[in-house]
């Protein structure tokens, strides 16, 4: 996967491809978007997913 961002994580689609920062649901619902059915996986710097 690609170089993690400034933030310390980077979030793919289920097609596996990588979001923008734009397109994270908490930037969405900010411009008034509503966010429904996404999930997030978290990989921890040793590899384990939580």
């Keep these: ?5 400034e933030a310390g994580a ?3 689609s289920a ?3 990588i979001l923008s920062p734009e397109e994270y649901p908490l ?3 900010v411009r008034g978007e ?5 999930s997030f996986l978290h990989r921890a710097d040793d590899g ?3």
């Design 34 to 38: 509503v966010v429904h059915t996404m």
């Design 48 to 50: 384990r997913e939580c």
């Design 27 to 29: 930037a969405r619902a």
């Design 15 to 17: 097609a596996g491809r």
């Design 1 to 5: 996967m690609a170089d993690r961002s």
């Design 10 to 12: 980077i979030g793919g």
